[in-house]
């Protein structure tokens, strides 16, 4: 998890990690932020209960690449997953792309489905990068879980050191070893949007050309109901589909 400046945002990543039901996790956190940052993220470790966790501090200098490594190196187990301390992780989310990735054998996996919220105007989607237009990874990057290997890195120098680090790393990944994308649980992670962002609202609002339709929406609006209940996402939230709202909940929908 790389943080800096965004102390409610990181606090709700940690507890994020806190509620996860795989048992052995570790938390490695990468801190560009001063003494009193550091503070409150060793006081929101404490609150969540998290005991296992890495605090590792970095010059604000350095760029994305750079910090990914070193949260790469200062990780200790077998699998390392990128833990963005912007977004939200169902309390399944390790559990599950632990399960995906040991039963496909594979080296790395990534979700083809996830649901996307913005803080703006309180809207939720099912993107799914399956849906047109084609994509050729057809994956959100910071849902990555892979084997700690020493020959993947991200890179720190030329074009993509700060932003599409993550793709390059995918790329490399997607070539030379077996990657595994994971669909039919979009309630795992939610890719959040809230002005803050490394990526600016445009970005965001065209990932909702790959929304999943109202119907499919309102076929499967219990477990996105219980997603939302879970996440602990502020209402009311407008659920919508490509094709326009299909319900909100709270607020009184």
């Given at each position: 998890m790389l943080t800096r400046d965004r102390p409610a945002l990181a606090d709700r990543a940690i507890r994020c990690f806190a509620a996860q039901t795989h048992p052995a996790r570790e938390l490695v956190i990468v801190s560009q932020g001063d003494a009193d940052y550091r503070a409150r993220l060793r006081t929101s470790l404490s609150e969540?209960?998290?005991?296992?966790?890495?605090?590792?501090?970095?010059?604000?200098?350095?760029?994305?690449?750079?910090?990914?490594?070193?949260?790469?190196?200062?990780?200790?187990?077998?699998?390392?997953?990128?833990?963005?301390?912007d977004d939200l992780s169902h309390p399944d989310r390790l559990s599950a792309q632990v399960a995906a990735l040991r039963t496909a054998g594979c080296h790395t996996l990534f979700l083809s489905e996830h649901l996307q919220h913005s803080e703006a105007d309180r809207a939720l989607h099912w993107i799914d990068w399956r849906r047109p237009p084609a994509a050729e990874y057809p994956l959100l990057p910071s849902t990555m879980i892979t084997t700690r290997d020493p020959e993947f890195r991200y890179p720190e120098h030329g074009p993509y050191r700060h932003l599409g680090e993550d793709w390059a790393l995918l790329i490399a990944l997607h070539r030379r070893v077996p990657v595994h994308h994971l669909s039919g649980q979009p309630q795992l992670y939610v890719y959040t949007f809230h002005g803050r962002n490394v990526f600016p609202a445009g970005h965001h609002d065209r990932l909702r050309i790959r929304s999943r339709p109202r119907g499919d929406l309102l076929a499967d609006e219990p477990r996105?109901?219980?997603?939302?209940?879970?996440?602990?996402?502020?209402?009311p939230v407008t659920v919508a589909g490509a094709d326009g709202v299909a319900f909100t909940i709270g607020g009184g929908g």
């Amino acid at each position: 998890m790389l943080t800096r400046d965004r102390p409610a945002l990181a606090d709700r990543a940690i507890r994020c990690f806190a509620a996860q039901t795989h048992p052995a996790r570790e938390l490695v956190i990468v801190s560009q932020g001063d003494a009193d940052y550091r503070a409150r993220l060793r006081t929101s470790l404490s609150e969540h209960g998290v005991r296992d966790a890495v605090l590792v501090t970095a010059d604000p200098e350095l760029r994305l690449g750079e910090l990914r490594n070193l949260s790469l190196d200062a990780a200790s187990g077998e699998l390392v997953c990128v833990w963005d301390d912007d977004d939200l992780s169902h309390p399944d989310r390790l559990s599950a792309q632990v399960a995906a990735l040991r039963t496909a054998g594979c080296h790395t996996l990534f979700l083809s489905e996830h649901l996307q919220h913005s803080e703006a105007d309180r809207a939720l989607h099912w993107i799914d990068w399956r849906r047109p237009p084609a994509a050729e990874y057809p994956l959100l990057p910071s849902t990555m879980i892979t084997t700690r290997d020493p020959e993947f890195r991200y890179p720190e120098h030329g074009p993509y050191r700060h932003l599409g680090e993550d793709w390059a790393l995918l790329i490399a990944l997607h070539r030379r070893v077996p990657v595994h994308h994971l669909s039919g649980q979009p309630q795992l992670y939610v890719y959040t949007f809230h002005g803050r962002n490394v990526f600016p609202a445009g970005h965001h609002d065209r990932l909702r050309i790959r929304s999943r339709p109202r119907g499919d929406l309102l076929a499967d609006e219990p477990r996105i109901r219980s997603a939302v209940a879970t996440l602990g996402l502020r209402p009311p939230v407008t659920v919508a589909g490509a094709d326009g709202v299909a319900f909100t909940i709270g607020g009184g929908g």
